[in-house]
């Protein structure tokens, strides 16, 4: 039954030896930690993926890697995960990295998207208290704590990924009429509109 489960194998992109749990099975091969590590953060790789769909995705991030050298963000929305956008060449990329240029992100042209939509999630924790013989109990009525956490999803025309998914903000306003919740309103609005004019 677990006959050939844990032989060793090989990654038939790099032909190193992947170890027990570094394994990535393809539609027709083999795929090491190492080569996933240079996919696009946005390209799922599965077992539907075949070795030549792999290869024409690293010699996309080797040609984006040198297209990167003439990206120059003029304008950049967000403070962590941000959006830079190179308007003189009509292109932008997602990055986390202050070192921008480090994780090789993928550089989209701006006529590929095909939509923008942010979606604000919100968080509800109930604040109990202490009660009689020191148990928890509701207050009546109950009351909550909230934070709110902003998504952004933008598809993509583009034959790597449909769509690119990201958490906009790290800190996280506590109600909707907090001044910080406001800011992250108009910010991704902003962006929006930006994007898809």
Partial sequence: MFK???DKKNCDICGEKISVLGNRKLEDGNLCRNCVKKLSPFFRVGKQSAVEDIQRQLQYREENEQALSQFVPTRIFGKRNRVLVDERSGKFIVTYQQDWKKGNPDIIELTQITYVNVDVEEDKDEIMREG????TESYNPPRYEYEYTFWVEIGIRSPWFEHIRFRYNYEKPKFRHDPLYR????????LCVFLLK
């Avoid at 009689?132 to 148990?135: A, G, R």
């Avoid at 800011?183 to 902003?190: F, N, V």
């Fill in 4 to 6: 050939g489960m844990f």
């Fill in 132 to 135: 009689k013989d020191s148990k």
């Fill in 183 to 190: 800011t992250l309103e108009r910010e991704l609005s902003e």
